[in-house]
């Protein structure tokens, strides 16, 4: 069974840093793309940030400069660099992987990690 676990959220004052990270375990073939989305209370989830299995990446335009996201594919985790964090940053953060099972390799099938809840103080 393929699960994605994160870690790294908090609670930070406005200005600071945090580090998400997720790694990918159980039984899976490849993974392609990952990413991080994120859900603020009462609004839908968004794409934060997604990069390819090549290291090809893509962002939001909210978070261009101040978030960095990146792999390493021997660790299967993926990880988010967030500086200069704002209040409109305060979200829960999702990881999501693009993954091709054992007993389907030649497609891939979207998987999620629990969430890990990141607040931004003013």
């Known amino acids: 069974q393929v699960q994605l676990v994160e870690s790294g959220g908090g609670l930070v004052q406005a200005g600071g840093s945090l580090r998400l990270s997720c790694v990918a375990s159980g039984k899976f073939f490849s993974i392609n793309d990952m990413g991080w989305y994120r859900q603020a209370p009462g609004k839908q989830r968004e794409l934060v940030a997604v990069?390819?299995?090549?290291?090809?990446?893509n962002y939001a335009e909210s978070v261009k400069g101040r978030f960095t996201i990146s792999r390493d594919n021997a660790k299967n985790t993926v990880y988010l660099q967030m500086n200069s964090l704002k209040p409109e940053d305060t979200a829960v953060y999702y990881c999501n992987g693009k993954i091709a099972t054992m007993t389907n390799r030649w497609a891939t099938s979207n998987y999620w990690g629990q969430g890990t809840q990141v607040t931004v103080s003013s």
């Open positions: 990069i390819t299995n090549i290291g090809s990446t």
